[in-house]
């Protein structure tokens, strides 16, 4: 039963428009997300996150917008660039006892074409 | 700074072999985690030390799996009569203690895997 659903397996997109990756949560408990990006043969490394007294956070050409009442949040980055391709992982933490674990999604592969 | 790091980055076995997997997190980051990733899938949670106590063992699969972390810093994940079943790519995390902003909020920064293959 997967918490943390990222349901397109990839994306294309053209140099210099935006991508816009979608993430979707179905546990009220996770009041903390973060999104991760992964190149092949290394390990995730941290991209942003979001708390959930927020809808919107910003860096640079990222921003995740949180739509708590859908459980949904997204990535969004302008202008893509064609180093943006990767597996993006999109992952939550939860407000109780285990609130050090993250839980993710499977991954979204993001392909940003020249 | 050195990141965390992570030997060996291959390991292929057979069945029913001991594997030892080791992790170095980054020099002052008291907790460390271990998740899984199979083919296809996010990481999944496996344990948690902070310290040198596991405060979190619940994601480990059965009893075959058992990580230690002896002085507080490596780690080091054991795997006994390794199974077909076991072969993903193991990854260990490393965050620091945030303060006022509390330890759960940091992120957590990753190593980039052993990849296990069992034959």
């Known amino acids: 039963d997967q918490q943390v659903k990222q349901n397109s397996p990839s994306l294309s997109v053209q140099e210099g428009r935006i991508s816009i990756l979608n993430c979707d949560y179905t546990?009220?408990?996770?009041?903390?997300f973060l999104w991760y990006k992964k190149y092949p043969a290394e390990g995730p490394t941290f991209l942003i996150s979001?708390?959930?007294?927020?809808d919107k956070n910003e860096d640079g050409r990222f921003t995740v917008f949180l739509n708590k009442s859908a459980k949904h949040l997204s990535l969004h980055i302008v202008p893509s660039q064609p180093g943006d391709s990767a597996v993006y992982f999109c992952?939550?933490?939860?407000?109780?006892?285990?609130?050090?674990?993250?839980?993710f999604g499977k991954g979204t592969l993001l392909t940003v074409n020249p | 700074g050195a990141g965390v790091s992570q030997t060996p980055s291959n390991k292929v076995t057979e069945k029913g072999k001991y594997v030892e997997l080791r992790c170095d997190p980054i020099?002052?980051?008291?907790?460390l985690y271990w998740y899984r990733q199979s083919l296809g899938q996010g990481p999944e949670f496996l344990i948690y030390?902070?310290?040198?106590?596991?405060?979190?063992d619940s994601g480990l699969p059965n009893d075959r799996f058992f990580a230690v972390r002896p002085e507080g810093s490596v780690s080091t994940l054991k795997i006994q009569r390794t199974e077909r079943g076991d072969s993903a790519v193991y990854l260990c995390?490393?965050?620091?203690?945030?303060?006022?902003?509390?330890?759960?909020?940091?992120?957590?920064?990753f190593g980039p895997g052993t990849r296990l293959t069992v034959l």
């Open positions: 995390a490393s965050s620091s203690y945030g303060g006022l902003a509390g330890l759960w909020y940091n992120e957590q920064f």
């Open positions: 546990n009220s408990m996770f009041d903390y």
């Open positions: 979001i708390s959930s007294i927020k």
């Open positions: 992952a939550a933490r939860d407000s109780g006892g285990s609130n050090y674990k993250l839980t």
């Open positions: 020099s002052g980051h008291t907790a």
């Open positions: 030390f902070q310290g040198t106590g596991a405060a979190d």
